[in-house]
T-cell receptor, first 112, second 114 residues
Framework: DADVTQTPRNRITKTGKRIMLECSQT?????MYWYRQDPGLGLRLIYY???????NKGEISDGYSVSRQAQAKFSLSLESAIPNQTALYFC???????????FGSGTRLTVV | GENVEQHPSTLSVQEGDSAVIKCTYS??????FPWYKQELGKRPQLIID?????GEKKDQRIAVTLNKTAKHFSLHITETQPEDSAVYFC?????????????FGQGTILTVHP
């Protein structure tokens, strides 16, 4: 089935380490997004990309960077992880002519 | 940018009762309003959405209403069941434009007691 896959599912890392979260999709969607979920804060947009050559900052991009390697792949990097980046991270995709998102299964990141 | 406020943050009901979750938005140009349900340990899933050219939409036990003038929209769940227990998120966006990213509310934890 066409889907959105995130790796890893869980990750514990140390403060100051660089870490990459990966997202790949088989839905053929052009648009991809990275959100983080924190209790009581909902889902907040980190970065989004409307096609391979288009990268845009979201509301909380500080401390993060992204790479759109192909239509199907969108990676999120934490250059130097800090404890307040501990959160559940979701990748999502959408089609140009459709409104709804398809979410990946999430990556639970803990920075110690 | 868009700002979406969602209330209440938690909601507890008895099985069979109705549940209502409310959201307000700030950008009068927003025209697409989806609702997502996230069960424990799972990804958010779209359950219903509404566009600004209609005021209400129903799908079995769930319905969404939209008041464009007041810039608020609500999710109504009737005859609640334990399997409705989840976190619910509202969201808003400008459909069909390069602004098509969703802005989410803070979420509501709904608990349905048997």
């Amino acid at each position: 089935d066409a889907d959105v896959t995130q790796t890893p599912r869980n990750r514990i890392t140390k403060t100051g380490k660089r870490i990459m979260l990966e997202c790949s999709q088989t839905k053929g969607h052009d648009r991809m997004y990275w959100y983080r979920q924190d209790p009581g804060l909902g889902l907040r947009l980190i970065y989004y990309s409307f096609d391979v050559k288009d990268i845009n900052k979201g509301e909380i991009s500080d401390g993060y960077s992204v790479s759109r390697q192909a239509q199907a792949k969108f990676s999120l990097s934490l250059e130097s992880a800090i404890p307040n980046q501990t959160a559940l991270y979701f990748c999502a995709t959408s089609a140009v002519d459709r409104d709804g998102y398809t979410f990946g299964s999430g990556t639970r990141l803990t920075v110690v | 940018g868009e700002n979406v406020e969602q209330h209440p943050s938690t909601l507890s009901v008895q099985e069979g009762d109705s549940a209502v979750i409310k959201c307000t938005y700030s950008d009068s140009a927003s025209n697409y309003f989806p609702w997502y349900k996230q069960e424990l340990g799972k990804r958010p899933q779209l359950i219903i959405d509404i566009r600004s050219n209609v005021g209400e939409k129903k799908d079995q036990r769930i319905a969404v209403t939209l008041n464009k003038t007041a810039k608020h929209f609500s999710l109504h769940i009737t005859e609640t069941q334990p399997e409705d227990s989840a976190v619910y998120f509202c969201a808003a966006s400008r459909r069909g434009t390069s602004y098509g990213k969703l802005t989410f509310g803070q979420g509501t934890i709904l608990t349905v007691h048997p």
